[in-house]
């Protein structure tokens, strides 16, 4: 049967469609191709490790000034741009001299990234501050209340409504539904087409259930694999104590940088084998370095949730992104020279 088999190559519908898949896989491919998602990621990672120590090796007078505290929050600005800032560089001077302007059809602006970081930070403080005011409220019920208890409820409740009224504004300018992206095929259309028939509902179906699998119960199961990694660390180790919320935050962002890492990559796995050794380092070494390089705070008042997020942790994962980006960018240096330019 095989010898009946012929190849499509010198078939002009097939060589245009081929065509028009690697056109449209395009924008996909180039995503990582240089390793800039992955340096810029790196960099927020190693950002968040570094903070706490960078924090504890201020002087004192500095942390305790009103005026000269913000420089604590250097590591966090970096933390919050590196993963925007990283690639466009790269991409503009580094990928599209080689391989020529590619529009990413995903791309965020600037504005819209800090719209979405103004929103979030709102969200997060409208979630919180219900809880502190109704702390208030119960401390000025109390036999003995605070003397500015009453004037830190109304500030709280103040704080409140402004976070609540944020939420409701920038929530109607970045939580908005995507226009589709134009392509060679209608997916309504393909998937009225398909719910006609009792095979196309089965694979409706069989679609629908791999989907859930992929986004739900994809990072389940690695989530489940780190902190079975954990554990079993754990046991070997009998110096190291960990509760069972730090094994349950540090799994899930483990399991977390694990799926994001493949999703990245997705597109180019195939020709850079070597990141499937690099994802099983970052659940495997993730484990190890968490148990074996124990931290304590030298100022556990300035970060309260290292804890939770040992900076040691941090700096490996951060460490292993940015080395596979810079391999990925170093390869790709080596196989797209630059072009030349063109003459007038």
């Given at each position: 049967?095989?010898?009946?088999?012929?190849?499509?190559?010198?078939?002009?519908?097939?060589?245009?469609?081929?065509?028009?898949?690697?056109?449209?896989?395009?924008?996909?491919?180039?995503?990582?191709?240089?390793?800039?998602?992955?340096?810029?990621?790196?960099?927020?990672?190693?950002?968040?490790?570094?903070?706490?120590?960078?924090?504890?090796?201020?002087?004192?007078?500095?942390?305790?000034?009103?005026?000269?505290?913000?420089?604590?929050?250097?590591?966090?600005?970096?933390?919050?741009?590196?993963?925007?800032?990283?690639?466009?560089?790269?991409?503009?001077?580094?990928?599209?001299?080689?391989?020529?302007?590619?529009?990413?059809?995903?791309?965020?602006?600037?504005?819209?990234?800090?719209?979405?970081?103004?929103?979030?930070?709102?969200?997060?403080?409208?979630?919180?501050?219900?809880?502190?005011?109704?702390?208030?409220?119960?401390?000025?019920?109390?036999?003995?209340?605070?003397?500015?208890?009453?004037?830190?409820?109304i500030w709280h409740g103040v704080e409140?409504?402004?976070?609540?009224?944020?939420?409701?504004?920038?929530?109607?300018?970045?939580?908005?539904?995507?226009?589709?992206?134009?392509?060679?095929?209608?997916?309504?259309i393909i998937n009225q087409g398909l719910?006609?028939?009792?095979?196309?509902?089965?694979?409706?179906?069989?679609?629908?259930?791999?989907?859930?699998?992929?986004?739900?119960?994809?990072?389940?199961?690695?989530?489940?694999?780190?902190?079975?990694?954990?554990?079993?660390?754990?046991?070997?180790?009998?110096?190291?104590?960990?509760?069972?919320?730090?094994?349950?935050?540090?799994?899930?962002?483990?399991?977390?940088?694990?799926?994001?890492?493949?999703?990245?990559?997705?597109?180019?796995?195939?020709?850079?084998?070597?990141?499937?050794?690099?994802?099983?380092?970052?659940?495997?070494?993730?484990?190890?370095?968490?148990?074996?390089?124990?931290?304590?705070?030298?100022?556990?008042?300035?970060?309260?949730?290292?804890?939770?997020?040992?900076?040691?942790?941090?700096?490996?994962?951060?460490?292993?992104?940015?080395?596979?980006?810079?391999?990925?960018?170093?390869?790709?240096?080596?196989?797209?020279?630059?072009?030349?330019?063109?003459?007038?």
């Amino acid at each position: 049967m095989n010898a009946d088999l012929h190849p499509l190559d010198h078939v002009p519908a097939a060589r245009t469609l081929a065509e028009l898949q690697s056109q449209m896989q395009r924008p996909a491919v180039n995503a990582n191709l240089d390793g800039g998602f992955e340096l810029g990621w790196g960099t927020m990672v190693l950002c968040a490790g570094l903070s706490p120590y960078f924090v504890a090796a201020l002087p004192y007078s500095v942390t305790s000034s009103w005026w000269k505290s913000w420089v604590c929050y250097l590591p966090l600005l970096v933390m919050a741009f590196g993963p925007y800032a990283v690639p466009k560089l790269i991409k503009r001077y580094i990928t599209w001299p080689r391989t020529g302007y590619v529009a990413d059809p995903n791309e965020v602006k600037l504005s819209q990234l800090l719209l979405l970081m103004a929103f979030g930070a709102a969200l997060g403080f409208a979630l919180v501050l219900p809880f502190l005011l109704f702390s208030d409220i119960r401390g000025l019920t109390s036999p003995s209340p605070r003397p500015d208890g009453l004037s830190t409820a109304i500030w709280h409740g103040v704080e409140l409504l402004v976070c609540a009224s944020l939420v409701v504004f920038l929530g109607r300018k970045t939580i908005r539904k995507r226009q589709p992206i134009p392509g060679a095929y209608d997916a309504a259309i393909i998937n009225q087409g398909l719910g006609q028939t009792a095979a196309g509902r089965k694979t409706l179906r069989v679609v629908r259930l791999t989907l859930v699998l992929m986004f739900v119960g994809l990072p389940i199961v690695v989530g489940l694999a780190a902190l079975g990694l954990l554990y079993l660390t754990k046991s070997a180790l009998h110096h190291a104590e960990l509760s069972w919320t730090q094994l349950g935050v540090l799994s899930f962002f483990v399991g977390c940088n694990a799926i994001l890492y493949l999703m990245g990559n997705a597109a180019i796995i195939r020709q850079h084998r070597w990141k499937w050794l690099a994802l099983a380092t970052m659940l495997i070494g993730s484990a190890i370095v968490a148990l074996t390089m124990p931290y304590k705070a030298a100022r556990p008042e300035l970060a309260p949730m290292l804890e939770l997020f040992p900076p040691p942790v941090m700096l490996f994962l951060g460490l292993l992104w940015f080395l596979s980006g810079a391999t990925t960018l170093l390869e790709f240096l080596r196989h797209h020279p630059r072009l030349a330019a063109e003459s007038v």
